[in-house]
């Protein structure tokens, strides 16, 4: 069982970066075609995708975050890290990451979630 675990500060200063970190255990973040993806949901709003990291260290970033969005990894530590940088409260936002496939230029089948960590944009 593939299990996810995300972890940063649950509040982060506007223009400030946003870092957090997703720890991955039952599986390793190199096996071949998964994709590991970070999402968010604002308030009251859908789940945003905004990049992913696949299992030989390429990037992918939704074109709407693409300036501001960094995804990286430790294969060492099996995690893989979101940075977010020139946050405004409309980055708050629950941030959750996930496995998912990769089909058509889309990530796909989005099947183990981390429970998501609160992050809040504020002074």
């Known amino acids: 069982q593939v299990q996810l675990q995300e972890s940063g500060p649950g509040l982060v200063k506007p223009s400030q970066t946003l870092s957090l970190t997703c720890t991955v255990s039952?599986?390793?973040?190199?096996?071949?075609?998964?994709?590991w993806s970070w999402i968010r949901q604002p308030p009251g709003k859908g789940l945003e995708w905004m990049g992913a990291?696949?299992?030989?260290?390429?990037?992918y970033y939704s074109p709407s975050l693409k300036s501001r969005t960094s995804i990286s990894r430790d294969t060492s530590k099996n995690q893989f890290t979101l940075q977010l940088s020139s946050v405004t409260p409309e980055d708050t936002a629950v941030y959750y990451c996930?496995?998912?496939?990769?089909?058509?230029?889309?990530?796909?089948?989005?099947?183990?979630w981390g429970q998501g960590t609160q992050v809040t944009v504020s002074s």
């Open positions: 996930a496995r998912c496939s990769w089909t058509d230029s889309y990530p796909q089948n989005f099947d183990y």
């Open positions: 039952g599986g390793s973040i190199t096996t071949n075609n998964y994709f």
């Open positions: 990291i696949n299992y030989s260290g390429s990037t």
